[in-house]
């Protein structure tokens, strides 16, 4: 995947459009919790459509940058570190959001962002493949699907959130809307727990390893955050987000216990520089 494709987009927003939810339908959304998903595969699919609903409330935010170069480089980026680590059932899409905001987010089903006030803020390619490699691994370990509860997580049928897709009844497009607010919520306002924020920070760390990046890179894009969360240049980051200390500390900790002090690796940082310089 090189780029975009604009079908993909359209089919979001009218996958996402609105479901006017009157005091009526308040019940229906009581019924999220109560149905469930039936198998594994299936899973998969409506986790993927469930993150189509989720991209387009980001997009309904944040606008898409529509500069070709950057997005094909963050694409080929990505789309390098998936092919290696990634979640064979998914395709990947990658885009920028043109914001001065610091931040990149994760989405279920493959979905992944970072925005154009982050990209600013890095000085290499190994620190933009480590951002992405964060986000990949939330999609990875499903943490935000584990965190709603949006599969079953044992062999019982009767666990997990509603069976709310491949259905036409109001209820489950009530339902689906919900979750949907609930994870947007969760990425602009709540955020994950310090526990998965860790892990992708750490599964991040060992993505660059694996793919011959340079890991402290990564440790110093985090470094990089501090004075732009205490200035106010990264609202939902700092919201959502265990602190820079608690992150630097526990990479740091993750690097001596497994003895990774001496590793280094690609930065590419002409080649960075130079596609970033593009307007």
Not at 67 to 79: H, L, M, W
Not at 106 to 122: D, E, H, S
Not at 236 to 245: A, Q
């Amino acid at each position: 995947m090189a780029h975009f494709n604009k079908y993909l987009w359209l089919h979001i927003f009218i996958f996402s459009f609105g479901f006017a939810v009157s005091g009526q339908a308040q019940e229906f959304r009581l019924r999220a919790h109560h149905i469930f998903w039936k198998n594994q595969e299936a899973g998969t699919d409506r986790e993927i459509d469930f993150g189509r609903g989720v991209a387009a409330k980001i997009l309904g935010k944040y606008p898409l940058l529509r500069d070709e170069r950057k997005v094909k480089y963050i694409s080929q980026i990505g789309t390098g570190i998936t092919a290696q680590l990634g979640r064979p059932e998914l395709r990947y899409y990658f885009g920028i959001l043109e914001t001065d905001e610091i931040n990149a987010f994760a989405v279920p089903g493959g979905y992944i962002f970072v925005t154009m006030g982050a990209l600013k803020l890095m000085r290499n390619e190994a620190q933009l493949a480590g951002v992405l490699a964060h986000e990949l691994a939330h999609v990875g370990q499903k943490h935000i699907v584990r965190k709603l509860k949006l599969q079953s997580t044992d062999s019982s049928l009767t666990s997990g959130i509603a069976q709310v897709l491949g259905s036409s009844t109001l209820a489950s497009k009530i339902a689906l809307e919900r979750l949907n607010d609930l994870a947007f919520k969760m990425l602009m306002e709540e955020g994950l727990s310090k526990e998965d924020e860790e892990d992708a920070d750490q599964k991040a760390l060992e993505m660059l390893i694996t793919l011959g990046y340079d890991p402290h890179s990564y440790l110093n894009y985090l470094q990089s955050l501090k004075p732009h969360l205490a200035q106010g240049g990264a609202e939902v980051l700092s919201k959502t987000h265990p602190t820079i200390e608690f992150r630097y500390r526990s990479l740091k900790e993750f690097i001596s216990r497994h003895q990774l002090d001496n590793i280094q690796g690609k930065k590419n940082e002409k080649r960075f520089k130079k596609i970033m310089a593009k307007s």
